[in-house]
């Protein structure tokens, strides 16, 4: 404890670049900033400046490996620290330098960390791993006091050498400040995506859906939102809609942050998350604060976010047929639209603000901390 409070020492990066585990964090730190029963304190340990550069190799981000261990002692030998909780890649290349921080916790600072999951393990694709790769991922994250997922679906992932009982559920949450409706009523149906545009997050399988769904309803219109990522441009991406944008009711509309993305999700009718692999993504909780029914893949927790039947539709990854039918299903149904939008909505209230979001975290560090 310092001054009679829990001190909580988290190593993460916060934006930019803008990515859910980041935003995450950010909205941790200014929550329990807030607080006067914690101490919370912070080492910002970004490597990429932005979502390009995220997973290529640079001489300079090992070189902000040092300074980040450094900071993190001088942090210990401040006294008081009753946890450190860090926030390990699941891909295995980047994992290595989440490694050196986990045995530096463990061996130097003789202070286990706690793990602060984002990803599915699945990403590691661990059985595929040689066998010597697999036993450092093994034996590192073994080095760790506890897990915390942000799903309790994400528990049923983990590999089965991490004990259950070392494992805690903290579901994400965010603030929402709702912007206003603006759009015409009798403006077109808007399907909206939000989100990265990487391979990975499904936006071309949506592409496909959206051609057919244009093909079967005459006023729909698909508005992707995102920064492109991981090699892609946008130049790409207007190139690849443009093939056959549906006259134009397929567009490619940038990125948007703060106001302007709560204005994209006011004006929607429909929300898509297409992605083929996911942790908690924040998006979805953000369509649901709006109000939004959901279209989303059966991947990592999403189905904790919502319900299938009830919130939206939940359809299997990589599959555009499935998309497509289920948007057409809301798009013809807008009695459907308005129920499972509002059953987002209160369902966001109940467990997914960031008020419920800091509280979970307090109650953690209360419950689980030296």
Known sequence: ????????????????????????????????????????????????????DMQKFRLSKLLRIPRYCLAMLRHRLAGGLDAIVLTPTFHYKPFLKDAIFIWWCSLVLRKPPDAWLHMDFRAMHYDALPAPARWFARTTLRRCRRFLVVSPRLQSFLPPWIEATRTDALPNGIPAPIESRQRPADAPLRVLYLSNLEEAKGWQTLLDAARRVCRQHPTIEFIFHGRPAFGLSDDDIHRTIGSDDAAGRIRFAGPVYDSAKWQ???DADLFAFPSYHEAFPLSILEAMAASLPIVATDVGGIPDAFSHGSGGF????????????????????????????SANHQRYLSEFTITAFSQRWKSWILTHTD
């Open 1 to 52: 404890m310092r001054a009679g409070r829990k001190c909580v020492l988290f190593v993460a990066p916060v934006p930019p670049p803008v990515h859910g585990g980041a935003l995450a964090m950010q909205y941790l730190l200014d929550e329990t900033a807030k607080d006067p029963s914690l101490t919370v304190l912070h080492v910002d340990s970004r490597f990429a400046a932005s979502l390009a």
């Open 264 to 266: 994209a999700l006011a």
């Open 314 to 341: 939940i359809v299997p990854p990589r599959n555009a047929d499935a998309l497509a039918d289920a948007i057409l299903q809301l798009a013809h149904n807008p009695q459907l639209r308005e129920n499972m939008g």
